[in-house]
């Protein structure tokens, strides 16, 4: 009987046993290895953005967040060795737990001890005790072998050019994604793939040398290639900040294009945003305004309507007009800027003196329909489909929306708004020929595995004939002589053809208290490689584009040439008689 109960009892071990090791052995094992495992997000770069010349604006770095489990630290002992008896090496305690652990980590992490032991003693099982540490801090931490302390690898934004840029680089939130400009129009490009991390972990959180390690590298995102020049874009920043001080405007822009390819090298807003630093700009100046920010154009819009009649053969530059200092037609009265005896003045002196009225008798000439054609063909009233988040398609009305002034008011340039962008593409189209070309801000994107994608083909479409486009640039060169409205324009070395605007702006009340400011100009005329367009918003004193938006344009396109290494121009401007006597 015994021994049968011994044999019982047995065979129910025996068989619990081999149930254990055969049936449930791979499930139970399985569990346990699944406690041990941990795994970590090893974070994806995100792809850097680059200049025209491969200079990075953009770029990301591997920085860690340190942590503490504050039940493991309590059981830290801090052993140092010494020599023992005999000569055999022994090791002293020098202290213990979370008061020791605050002690070796407060220099490095530039903390008061007491301070920092404080957030290390606990229940939790993870406390945030520092954030953005380089591999170097981390890997002096490291060495402590501290248990219960963590890292947490994250990447960080890095813009390493400051504010130069920002407001068409846009920035990122705390999470990495894209908030504003061109972070955030190409963020699905930026942002690569998550890799992964999976050790083995013993009972006292160390990782176990021969136990699972899994690891999947992470995928960094693509890289953006800009048209974007960085030094000009730095001059035309520090321009126009210099600028926006000295005659306290609200604010100042410019942009740079590619005559013939409508890359921008230069797309800048005063006070840009420093990406890296967002809260020390203010959140409605952290944009673009260049393609966001519609303004009347003044005067230069003058360009479209001469270009309009010369195109249509109605005046050449040589056509004269009675041109008295102010004109009364169908009971609107229209003024010059500056008294003026009665001229008889040509088309290229109309435009050389910037005169409304000469330019109002010219508008005449064509209808509302066929000069609003022009004005779409010009790209006024539709996006240009740049890049950038926010851009606007300025205002434009229909003929049939214009009352009696304003069908005057836009032959010179008010009445409508148009953006920077906008703008510079209607110089651009006279320099290259009468064919307006789409500007855009990325040449091509570089993919993880080598292969690039490169900008198609801007839009193009004709909009004056060639022959009048490079009468309109001759006239221009008139714009920048003496007598002009621009001398300050003038470039030694270059040819340069422009034209000034300086337009009314309302107040909140609808009461015309003050101006924009602005210039458009192609250089060098005789050999067009770049068209710019400067505005400067309600500036307090200076107020005419010639005064103040023009000097802008010089100093940056001056650099721009120098910096491209455009050879000086050759021979001399047309001339063209402006007043007849």
Do not use: C
């Not at 001469?306 to 249509?312: G, I, K, N, T």
């Amino acid at each position: 009987m015994i021994a049968a109960l011994f044999l019982s009892v047995f065979l129910v071990f025996s068989g619990r046993l081999v149930y254990v090791q055969a049936v449930e052995g791979p499930r139970l094992a399985d569990e346990a290895l699944q406690g041990r495992l941990r795994s970590y997000t090893i974070p994806s770069p995100r792809g850097e953005i680059v200049d025209t010349d491969g200079e990075i604006l953009a770029t990301s770095a591997q920085r860690y967040n340190i942590g503490v489990n504050q039940v493991k630290v309590a059981t830290f002992v801090h052993e140092v060795a010494k020599d023992g008896k005999d000569g055999k090496d022994e090791k002293e305690v020098v202290g213990t737990g979370a008061e020791e652990a605050a002690d070796l980590l407060a220099p490095l992490l530039g903390r008061d001890p007491a301070e920092l032991g404080g957030q290390m003693v606990g229940s939790s099982s993870f406390v945030y005790l520092a954030k953005g540490l380089t591999p170097t801090q981390w890997r002096e931490i490291r060495d402590l072998d501290i248990p219960g302390i963590e890292p947490e690898p994250v990447t960080e934004r890095i813009y390493p050019n400051g504010s130069t840029a920002g407001n068409i680089l846009g920035f990122v939130g705390r999470d990495g994604g894209g908030l504003a400009g061109l972070e955030l129009a190409y963020n699905d490009d930026l942002v690569g793939a998550d890799g992964s991390e999976t050790v083995e972990i013993g009972a006292g959180g160390q990782v176990i040398p021969t136990g699972t390690y899994r690891v999947t590298e992470p995928e960094p995102g693509d890289t953006l290639h800009l048209t974007i020049d960085r030094d000009v874009q730095f001059v035309a920043q520090e321009a126009l900040d210099a600028t926006v001080a000295k005659y306290g405007a609200q604010w100042a822009g410019i942009a740079v294009m590619e005559i013939g390819t409508g890359r921008l090298l230069v797309l800048a807003d005063s006070g840009a945003v420093d990406p890296g630093n967002v809260q020390a700009t203010p959140e409605r100046e952290r944009g673009a305004r260049t393609v966001s920010a519609p303004y009347e154009p003044g005067s230069t819009g003058k360009l479209l309507t001469l270009s309009a009649a010369v195109d249509q053969g109605l005046v050449d530059a040589s056509t004269v007009f009675t041109v008295p200092e102010r004109i009364t037609i169908d009971g609107q009265t229209f003024k010059d800027a500056e008294p003026h005896p009665t001229y008889q003045m040509t088309v290229a002196g109309i435009l050389a003196m910037s005169s409304n009225v000469g330019t109002v008798q010219v508008g005449n000439l064509m209808s509302d329909d066929a000069r609003y054609q022009y004005m779409l063909n010009y790209g006024f009233g539709a996006k240009t489909g740049i890049e950038l988040p926010g851009e606007s398609a300025g205002i434009l009305y229909e003929p049939g929306d214009w009352d009696g002034r304003t069908r005057m008011t836009t032959m010179f340039g008010q009445g409508y708004a148009v953006t920077l962008v906008q703008n510079v593409a209607v110089a651009a189209t006279l320099g290259n020929g009468g064919t307006w070309v789409a500007p855009y801000l990325v040449d091509s994107i570089e993919h993880g595995d080598g292969s690039v994608t490169v900008h198609e083909p801007a839009e193009t479409r004709d909009v004056v004939s060639p022959a009048t486009a490079d009468l309109m640039v001759a006239m221009m060169e008139g714009v920048v002589q003496e007598g002009g409205t621009a001398p300050r324009a003038a470039i030694d070395g270059y040819r340069v053809a422009g034209k000034t605007g300086t337009a009314q702006t309302a107040d909140a009340n609808g009461q015309l208290t003050s101006v924009v400011a602005n210039f458009v100009g192609i250089v060098p005329a005789d050999n067009p490689r770049f068209a710019v367009a400067v505005a400067v918003y309600r500036p307090t004193s200076g107020f005419y584009g010639g005064t103040i938006a023009a000097p802008i344009f010089k100093e940056v396109a001056e650099f721009a040439l120098h910096n491209a290494g455009v050879e000086p121009s050759s021979g001399t401007p047309a001339e063209f008689p402006w007043i007849i006597e």
